[in-house]
Every structure is written in structure tokens, then in C-alpha cells.
């Protein structure tokens, strides 16, 4: 949507208002709040002055920088009085004009330009999922009640789905799409968006999660993350043939099985990004192995139908309270090393666990048992950047930034 249009779509829907929305380093959502008439179509080149602060764990304070609103990223707010559009922004140094290298958001645009660069694919699709609970504000243990097997649980097992059903209805209404929901297991609830390319993607989550937290306030409950997920599935396509797809190994190609290889190689990179935005998150919990049939693998192969050609790559070790952005984007980085260094997944390929020595040999981000080994992580982030420099995505300075937040 051009600027244009969305001013157009601000007069057909009424909008008052206009909530400018940037993510920080934590992926979390921060906002500054317009009246419509202080936006027009020179708002989308010139963007607002406003003091902000991206990194909110250093000891610092705001600094005057740029949000430049972007036209093809905006929602509506189903919960104000006055009717008002979310416009995502992106985070620009006030006087050279240059993207901040603490904007995310901005990083995971860079990725999808370097992907295109690389000359692997034209389209990336991903399908996200996003796992949580809702609990009253006085319940502190969730999983007492805890009996039963609730994997998709119909009837009273599945204590949220009205909250879920309402969830998906003001999702329509904001232009959020809701592939599926239902029940997993230890009763949280997973809802699984359309898939989308990378930037759109994580935009979703942000919503969906904006979504979430809203109704559990209105209902006087909180949203609990902690030790949860956000799985997600990848396909790359090239002329409208996905390039993952073939007949060497579980119905993929050799390019599937170096893009699996290029996220093992890069795992504990990858759960660093996903560990430094000190979510609550006490236990990882995956193995740097790629197998169908063990589920703590940190990737596996998904088939999401009869067609040969739904096959999938499924990330499974994104902590629900993670940066999308960062994380997502560490992945396709990640996904293109591998392709590009034809990196072999074996012998992490169908790896059965049977010993708990054997786990330990695989384990990411040390023992679950006795805590995530943050230091361990940071060094191994430290020394695996070279695949995130590429194209210029990830910064040193950013790195250096999630070191420092794993350190401390």
C-alpha cells in the first residue's frame, strides 16, 4: 500500500488516530500516539523526530532519532474507543539519515534484500507459530491442574478456546490472518499464522502478540511465554518451484539438506540471538540434530500435505518471547551459508538419542537440567559472526550489543 492509499483507507475507515509502532532490542513493541491530521504523504519521506531508546537493558538515556512510518506495514487497533491504524516505522539516525543498527525490524529487511542478492530464491515463505498460556493474575503454577493428555483437546480440556476464538475474530478485523488454532500439549495454546515472507512474518507476531496480551488484560489475566516456542516453517522458491524440494533425503533436495546444514552449523549462533533479550526462559531444552523422529531436534523435515511439493524446513528453537526479527533473520542467514558452502547435515542427520551422555554431546546452550550457559553461548556467538556480517545484515555493533546483553 502506498502512502497514498493508506491515507485514502484512513478517510473510508475513520481513523482518529495513528499509533506508530518500533520494536526494540528485546522484541517488544514501543509506541508514540498522532491524531491523523499530523499525517500526510510527505509524513512517509520526512518520518518524526522523537527521543527513543532501542537497547532498553544498557544504562543509557533516549536519544533524538527518526520514525518513518511504512506504508505497506499497518494494522487496525481493534481495542480503542476512536478508530486508529498501527503504522510500523522504521528507527533512522536523525541526521545522516541512515538506519539505526538497533533497529531490527530494518535487519530482517536487509536479510530478505540479501537473500534476493544471493541468487538462491525469489520468494521466501514462512509459517510461524506462537505458543502461550493465559492465566489469572493470582494462579502462579499453570500446570497443576495438569492431568490429562490436552494435545488437541476438544470440550472443557481446552479451557481457552473461547479466548482463542476471540483472538482469531479481532484478528480479522485488525488484517491479521489466523491459518489455524487449538490446544497442544500441558494445555497451552498454539496459534498458527499464513504463511508470509520474512519482514511480514515477523510484523504478524508482533500483532498476534499485541493481540494476545490485550484480551488476557481485559479478562484480568496474564500471558505466560516462559519455556514456550515459536516454531516456524521455511520454503524457499525460485520461479515458483520450491528449491528445498527433491528426492536425496525425506523428500529434499541437495539445497534442503545444506540449508538443515546450515542451521545446525550455526545453532547455538542462532539460540544466542534467541537467549539475549532476557526473556523468561531458564531451559532451552534442544539438540543440535535434524531427525523426524526425536522430538527435542532443533530442525526437522515438515510435510504440511499430500503434495510432494509441501515439504518444509521446520525451525523448532525460537523461545516465544524472542525477537522475531533477529531471530527469523539469523535463520535465513543462516539457511543461505549452508546453501552457499553446500554444508553437509550429517552426521546430525537422524540422530537417535538414547543416553543422557549422548544427549549432552548435542545439547544446546548447555545442560537444561542445571541452566542455560550464557557465557558459553556468547562466545560462541562472538565467533560464528562472520555468516551474520553478510550483505551487511547483521552489524558488528548490533553483535556486539546481544554479547554484552548474554554477559550481564
Known amino acids: 500500500m502506498k502512502p497514498k492509499a493508506v491515507l485514502a483507507y484512513c478517510r473510508e475507515k475513520g481513523i482518529r488516530s495513528v499509533d506508530l509502532r518500533f520494536v526494540d532490542i528485546d522484541g517488544t513493541w514501543r509506541r508514540i500516539t498522532l491524531p491523523l491530521s499530523a499525517l500526510n504523504e510527505t509524513s512517509f519521506e520526512e518520518g518524526f523526530g522523537h527521543s527513543l531508546l532501542l537497547d532498553c537493558s544498557a544504562n543509557k538515556q533516549p536519544v533524538p532519532l527518526i520514525l518513518l512510518p511504512q506504508s505497506d506495514a499497518n494494522y487496525l487497533d481493534p481495542f480503542t474507543n476512536q478508530p486508529t491504524l498501527i503504522?510500523?516505522?522504521?528507527?533512522?539516525?536523525?541526521?545522516?539519515?541512515?538506519?539505526?543498527?538497533?533497529?531490527?525490524?530494518?535487519?530482517?529487511?536487509?536479510?530478505?534484500?540479501?537473500?534476493?542478492?544471493?541468487?538462491?530464491?525469489?520468494?521466501?515463505?514462512?509459517?510461524?507459530?506462537?505458543?502461550?498460556?493465559?492465566?489469572?493474575?493470582?494462579?502462579?503454577?499453570?500446570?497443576?491442574?495438569?492431568?490429562?493428555?490436552?494435545?488437541?483437546?476438544?470440550?472443557?480440556?481446552?479451557?481457552?478456546?473461547?479466548?482463542?476464538?476471540?483472538?482469531?475474530d479481532t484478528a480479522v478485523e485488525s488484517g491479521l490472518h489466523i491459518d489455524r488454532h487449538f490446544c497442544g500439549v500441558d494445555s497451552r495454546s498454539e496459534m498458527i499464522l499464513k504463511p508470509s515472507s520474512l519482514v511480514e512474518c515477523c510484523d504478524d507476531i508482533m500483532m498476534l502478540r499485541y493481540l494476545i496480551g490485550q484480551h488476557a488484560w481485559k479478562q484480568h489475566c496474564r500471558v505466560i511465554t516462559q519455556n514456550l516456542w515459536m516454531p516456524s516453517q521455511w520454503s524457499i522458491s525460485r520461479n515458483g518451484e520450491s528449491i528445498l524440494v527433491g528426492t536425496v533425503h525425506r523428500g529434499m533436495s541437495e539445497s534442503g539438506l545444506h540449508a538443515l546444514g546450515g542451521i545446525l552449523k550455526h545453532a547455538d549462533a542462532i539460540a544466542a540471538i534467541a537467549l539475549s533479550n532476557r526473556g523468561e526462559h531458564n531451559a532451552y531444552g534442544w539438540l543440535r540434530i535434524c531427525s523426524n523422529e526425536e522430538v527435542s531436534s532443533v530442525c526437522r523435515v515438515m510435510v504440511s500435505s499430500h503434495n510432494p511439493r509441501a515439504r518444509a524446513i521446520e525451525f523448532l528453537g525460537a523461545p516465544a518471547s524472542s525477537n522475531p526479527y533477529l531471530v527469523h533473520s539469523a535463520i535465513l542467514m543462516a539457511i543461505i551459508d549452508g546453501i552457499q558452502n553446500k554444508t553437509s547435515p550429517s552426521p546430525s542427520l537422524d540422530v537417535r538419542i538414547n543416553a543422557a551422555d549422548d544427549r549432552s554431546n548435542w545439547n544446546i546452550g548447555g545442560n537444561p537440567m542445571s541452566g542455560i550457559d550464557r557465557d558459553g553461548l556468547k562466545n560462541r556467538l562472538d565467533n560464528d559472526r562472520d555468516f551474520l556480517n553478510r550483505g551487511e545484515v547483521f552489524s558488528d555493533d548490533l553483535i556486539d550489543v546481544l554479547c554484552g546483553r548474554l554477559s550481564t
Not at 498460556?133 to 495438569?146: G, K, M, Q, T
Request: proline share 5%; with cysteine; aromatic share 6%.
Open 87 to 168: 503504522l510500523i516505522a522504521a528507527v533512522q539516525d536523525s541526521v545522516v539519515r541512515e538506519d539505526s543498527p538497533l533497529d531490527s525490524r530494518q535487519l530482517a529487511v536487509r536479510a530478505m534484500r540479501y537473500l534476493e542478492s544471493a541468487l538462491i530464491g525469489d520468494t521466501l515463505s514462512i509459517r510461524s507459530c506462537f505458543q502461550f498460556r493465559i492465566a489469572p493474575e493470582n494462579r502462579e503454577n499453570l500446570l497443576s491442574d495438569v492431568s490429562e493428555n490436552t494435545f488437541l483437546a476438544c470440550g472443557p480440556s481446552d479451557k481457552d478456546y473461547p479466548l482463542r476464538c476471540e483472538i482469531a
